[in-house]
């Protein structure tokens, strides 16, 4: 039915930047919120950042001022663009979509796999 697709994850050294994209694809009517989130381990996932359709926007404090969300409506894609990335930030990221398919009444909730991101020297 839908697809997220992550990219973008690698392995990047401290202070540099990367740019995560999650693309949605299948039988889409609307889609409400695209969030990325991160687990790293040995711990929860946690909510990086939210971009509504309308254009708000929601980030965990612990990457304000460095880490940035957009969105392609037309393309159902969300970015993530992250700069000065610290060891910390090191995680799974994960796409989320709360999305509407055709010919339902209802929102449902999808995931992406994933993708790595290692901050190392």
């Known amino acids: 039915q839908v697809q997220l697709v992550e990219s973008g994850g690698g392995l990047v050294q401290p202070g540099g930047s990367l740019r995560l994209s999650c693309a949605a694809s299948?039988?889409?009517?609307?889609?409400?919120?695209m969030e990325w989130y991160r687990q790293a381990p040995g711990k929860q996932r946690e909510l990086v950042a939210a971009?509504?359709?309308?254009?708000?926007?929601n980030y965990a404090e612990s990457v304000k001022g460095r880490f940035s969300i957009s969105r392609d409506n037309a393309e159902n894609t969300v970015y993530l663009q992250m700069n000065s990335l610290q060891p910390e930030d090191t995680a799974v990221y994960y796409c989320?979509?709360?999305?509407?398919?055709?010919?339902?009444?209802?929102?449902?909730?999808?995931w992406g796999r994933g993708t790595q991101v290692t901050v190392s020297s």
């Open positions: 299948g039988s889409i009517f609307r889609i409400n919120r």
């Open positions: 989320y979509a709360l999305l509407k398919l055709k010919q339902s009444i209802t929102w449902s909730e999808y």
């Open positions: 971009r509504t359709s309308s254009g708000y926007t």
